[in-house]
């Protein structure tokens, strides 16, 4: 059973920088597609980034370019999301989601297995 664990929220002030962890275990990760996305109080669940494990290739939207990088570690099998120059509307709940298909989706129904969030918060 597919397991996400993520870490390294907090609080930062404006322009600072966060990484966040999701740990993933319960099966081999060969194929899958794994994401960030976050969802504010009141706003809809939103793509951050996604990477495929195997090959590192990523996929972000144009708002998230630049500030934010999705990366994975294959043998200690953890998904980092670096994120800088923090702003206070990047505070949100953070998830971690993994996909079982090699194509990169922006759409949260697309991924069955999610983690249980790690809040955000950027001071002004």
């Known amino acids: 059973q597919v397991q996400l664990v993520e870490s390294g929220g907090g609080l930062v002030q404006t322009g600072g920088s966060l990484r966040l962890s999701c740990a993933a275990s319960g099966r081999t990760f060969s194929g899958y597609t794994m994401a960030w996305f976050r969802q504010a109080p009141g706003k809809e669940r939103e793509f951050v980034a996604a990477?495929?494990?195997?090959?590192?290739?990523?996929d972000y939207p144009h708002s998230m370019k630049g500030r934010f990088t999705i990366s994975r570690d294959n043998a200690k099998n953890i998904v980092y999301m670096q994120m800088k120059s923090l702003k206070p509307e990047d505070t949100a709940v953070y998830y971690c989601?993994?996909?079982?298909?090699?194509?990169?989706?922006?759409?949260?129904?697309?991924?069955?297995?999610w983690g249980q969030g790690t809040q955000v918060t950027v001071s002004s």
């Open positions: 990477i495929n494990w195997t090959s590192g290739g990523t």
């Open positions: 989601a993994a996909s079982g298909t090699h194509y990169y989706s922006r759409n949260r129904y697309d991924y069955p297995h």
